[in-house]
């Protein structure tokens, strides 16, 4: 694997490199900073989401190890905050959605604990995040179901979505086109609707 540096950032008639800096060692790769402290050890051998994004200490980097993803700390040890066990791992915010095999789940990588598991036969991706203005969506056995940031979410009873991304979340319901209320049901009452997506 070679060394890969993002474009330094001109700053007035200074130059400015803040890039990490990926560095090999053989089959594995590590991370460095700009000032050539090492994040991440070279034991990985591969890292998701870290291209434009300056990384700091602690930070939460998807990194592969052994053929799986897991969430690691950039300490510059090889510590885990998700061990490396999944397929697949959206981006790492404080709640993100998870793959192993078919089934998919949502979890929060802050504890480790499964907000949804691993029971989904699908978790919408809207380009590696979970939520699109504070908006997600599963399917599981079939039907959908809706989650917000605040993780808060619905049992999977709607057959059909519209993504958004501005205004009342619409669901589909026994062939009927509606909203969410605060209990959670199906309504066709645009005032009682409760899940918005942000703007």
Not at 7 to 13: F, L, Q, Y
Not at 139 to 152: A, F, H, L, N, Q
Request: negative net charge; contains cysteine.
């Amino acid at each position: 694997m070679k060394n890969h540096k993002l474009p330094p950032i001109s700053i007035g008639n200074t130059q400015r490199d803040w890039a990490n800096e990926l560095f090999s060692d053989e089959d594995t790769c590590g991370i460095k900073n700009a000032a050539g402290e090492i994040l991440l050890p070279p034991v990985f051998e591969d890292f998701m989401g870290v291209n434009g994004i300056e990384l700091r200490k602690g930070d939460k980097v998807i990194a592969k190890r052994n053929g799986r993803w897991g969430v690691a700390i950039a300490d510059g040890k090889e510590t885990w905050l998700i061990k490396p066990i999944f397929h697949y791992i959206g981006f790492p915010n404080p709640v993100t959605h998870v793959r192993k095999g078919n089934r998919w789940g949502i979890i929060n990588i802050v504890t480790g604990d499964f907000i949804i598991p691993l029971t989904c036969e699908m978790v919408y991706d809207n380009h590696g995040f979970l939520f699109n203005n504070g908006i997600g969506f599963y399917k599981k056995e079939g039907k959908i179901g809706v989650i917000r940031e605040d993780y808060s979410l619905t049992k999977p009873i709607f057959e059909d979505f519209d993504p958004g991304p501005e205004g009342p979340v619409k669901v589909k319901y026994n062939g009927k086109w509606g909203y969410i209320n605060e209990e959670n049901s199906f309504t066709t009452e645009l005032d009682e609707a409760d899940y918005w997506f942000e703007a």
